[in-house]
């Protein structure tokens, strides 16, 4: 069985500043994906990053970038120089054959 | 890429009767497609996978014969809530996986049910 900790249930931070959002999961598959998803307030789920059990690379798309950590089970997500835009829910998930989500952590930026 | 497209929306029902949600995959054909529900402030909670021509699979403690799950062609799934009651409000969400075996799900934009 799959489990996402989420710990962080909500983040509050001002415009400019960087942000982390972890995510701790649990996993029985020696193979597998994790993803992060942002959910806006219009509800519909965007994609933001794949990432294989194999590839343990760090990844950097613009002012996001990814940490991941498979000794710690650890796939924590930052953002830098957060935009009021990036106000959101974001889910951390494992896939090992379904996709569950975490609690997710919601985001507020103010300016 | 990839485009999901979910109808209705929202949708307003009275207590008793049955609402149908359709999932489909605008531009690529779907082998698998999942259904999740959303309670406010809360995660997705996966409710089934639904594979084409065969019968969906139902998560623990998700009634089958309430949530009827058809996945009749490769791009087209639905959900149909039966003998909605006030309790089955939620927000609707499903997605759709191709068959390239990349793993990624594209969502639709979610459904809305508000049952009165």
């Known amino acids: 069985a799959q489990k996402v900790t989420q710990a962080q249930t909500e983040i509050s931070v001002v415009e400019k500043e960087d942000v982390t959002l972890d995510c701790v999961y649990e996993?029985?598959?020696?193979?597998?994906?994790l993803f992060w998803y942002k959910q806006p307030p219009s509800g519909e789920l965007v994609f933001l990053i794949r990432?294989?059990?194999?590839?343990?690379q760090n990844e950097i798309s613009g002012r996001y970038s990814w940490n991941f950590q498979k000794s710690t089970s650890s796939f924590n997500f930052t953002i830098t120089a957060s935009q009021v835009v990036d106000s959101a829910v974001y889910f951390c998930a494992p896939h090992g054959g379904k996709l569950i989500f975490g609690q997710g952590t919601e985001l507020s930026v103010k300016p | 890429g990839a485009v999901v497209s979910q109808h209705p929306s929202w949708v307003i029902c009275k207590s008793g009767t049955s609402v149908k949600i359709e999932c489909r995959s605008l531009d690529f054909q779907a082998t698998t497609m999942f259904w999740y529900r959303q309670f406010p402030k809360q995660s997705l909670m996966l409710m089934a996978t639904s594979n084409e021509g065969s019968k969906a699979t139902y998560e623990q403690g998700v009634e089958k014969d309430k949530f009827l799950i058809n996945h009749a062609s490769l791009t087209l799934s639905t959900l149909t809530v039966t003998s909605a009651h006030p309790e089955d409000s939620s927000f609707y969400i499903c997605?759709?996986?191709?068959?390239?075996?990349?793993?990624?799900?594209?969502f639709g934009a979610g459904s809305r049910l508000t049952v009165l």
């Open positions: 990432r294989n059990s194999f590839d343990e």
């Open positions: 997605s759709a996986r191709g068959d390239s075996g990349a793993n990624v799900l594209t």
């Open positions: 996993t029985r598959d020696t193979t597998y994906y």
